[in-house]
């Protein structure tokens, strides 16, 4: 096999562990309303399990993040996809809380595990936003389907969380195609399509841009997912829909969302990071504005749809910036489980927020933290794009940061050292210097000719 069917099938293999991983949190408003309705939950209890279970997502993330070296990604993968098969499965075939609650947990953690490993993975491609791109065009079209298809299925909590665990089954047989070894031992002879090293060892580059931007993605996430949490019953409650309408309006809107996403791979860096992610985050807070005030069906399908047209862009361009502070992967891991746990502090903080203010006041509440971490998460897509490197400049500017610097600008690719690129090593050359001469000048050497070479 040639390695560019080995490159395809490990891309095919990423994309397909991402949309399992992802599958949890882009199911919350059914999961959660089903657990409210056939458990008997209450609003804030039912935000409370969905919390649970994707704090469980989050700490898998943390715990691989830290760990992930001597971790194969096949092994991990299968590992991941396993607990969300007996999670989630068990989960659905109960209605006691107290195991639903233990199920999730379990479900949860595998889906982190899967998804960190997607996101380490999709670090190391030759380009990072791409892959992303299209793990969010797979996970949205599935989880668009499953709206349209879920309240034809009966109703109760089993459904869906049935549906997430035989996602799990359709991914196990892809894994194969993830490397076996550990990951050092997978990096340390491959080489990319340019032919230098994959794999960059040393330290973690970026400390303090890729602290502000997993803090800043943390608050993100939470806000969004505080208001898709509970945007199912706005939808049945305020906005006076039935089940089956907001399922279509959410499928309608994720359809909207593939749109955005190929509209976002289309476009690629021509208009950088900083444009895609500051701009779309004040147009995701104005969206939020609307969709939590909604007193009907226009503006309620209109909020969702726009909300989730914008979304996965900005999403995929903060995806393509944690990828791109370091091509091991490991800020990609951190910064993916940080938006793990805004996201699992979501539905809980919609919950008390539209229970204590109501939902255009939760609205309110949300869309002012969206702009206020729209400006520190721009500031670093602005800090670490910087302007594009030639060769001979790399050890003026820092080495192997600057190699990675170099290739995420919008330069021409044949100019600049490939993406996570060690720094060439420089050997000594010994020049014979004539008798009698005791230093050398410019005019010891000329120009080399094609006549010279022999």
């Known amino acids: 096999m040639s390695s560019r069917s080995r490159g395809a099938g490990a891309l095919v293999a990423l994309v397909a562990l991402f949309t399992a991983g992802y599958l949890a949190p882009y199911l919350l408003p059914t999961v959660v309303g089903r657990l409210s309705a056939g458990l008997g939950l209450t609003p804030a209890q ?99 389907a499953l709206y349209l298809t879920l309240p034809h299925l009966g109703s109760g909590h089993a459904p869906p969380l049935l549906a997430i665990a035989c996602a799990a089954v359709l991914v196990w047989p892809v894994t194969g195609r993830l490397p076996g070894g550990t990951r050092a031992d997978a990096g340390a002879g491959r080489k990319s399509s340019a032919g230098s090293v994959a794999s960059v060892t040393g330290p973690l580059p970026y400390r303090r841009a890729g602290a502000v931007l997993a803090g800043g993605i943390l608050c993100w996430s939470l806000a969004q997912n505080a208001l898709w949490g509970v945007s199912g019953r706005i939808g049945t409650t305020q906005a006076g829909l039935s089940e089956v309408t907001v399922g279509a309006v959410f499928a309608a809107a994720l359809g909207a969302g593939l749109a955005g996403v190929t509209a976002a791979g289309a476009l690629g860096s021509r208009l950088g990071r900083a444009v895609p992610i500051g701009a779309g985050t004040v147009l995701i807070a104005g969206c939020v504005l609307l969709s939590s005030s909604a007193g009907g069906l226009v503006s309620f399908a209109t ?13 995929s361009y903060l995806l393509g910036l944690a990828a791109s502070l370091d091509p091991r992967g490991r800020w990609a891991v951190l910064v993916g489980s940080a938006s793990s746990l805004g996201v699992a502090c979501g539905p809980v903080t919609g919950s008390l927020l539209s229970e204590g203010a109501g939902y255009p006041g939760m609205g309110a509440v949300l869309c002012a933290l969206l702009l206020l971490v729209a400006a520190p998460m721009t500031a670093v897509a602005r800090h670490v794009s910087g302007r594009p490197l030639v060769p001979g400049s790399i050890r003026r500017r820092g080495g192997a940061p600057a190699a990675v610097l170099a290739g995420n600008a919008s330069a021409t690719p044949s100019l600049v050292p490939q993406v996570g690129a060690p720094e060439q090593p420089v050997a000594p050359v010994r020049v014979p210097v004539a008798a009698g001469r005791r230093r050398l000048t410019k005019s010891t050497f000329g120009l080399a000719r094609p006549s010279d070479r022999g």
């Open 303 to 315: 909020g969702e749809i726009l909300w989730n047209a914008f979304y996965p862009v900005v999403l």
């Open 46 to 144: 039912a935000g409370l399990v969905g919390s649970v279970l994707l704090l469980g997502s989050s700490s898998a993330g943390f715990a691989l993040a830290a760990r992930g070296e001597r971790v194969g990604p096949r092994r991990a993968a299968r590992a991941g996809l396993l607990a969300m098969i007996v999670g989630y499965g068990s989960a659905a075939a109960t209605g006691t809380v107290p195991l639903v609650v233990a199920g999730a947990v379990l479900g949860g953690l595998g889906s982190g595990t899967a998804t960190a490993v997607a996101a380490a993975g999709i670090a190391g491609r030759p380009d990072p936003h791409r892959a992303s791109s299209l793990g969010l065009l797979s996970v949205s079209a599935t989880a668009g």
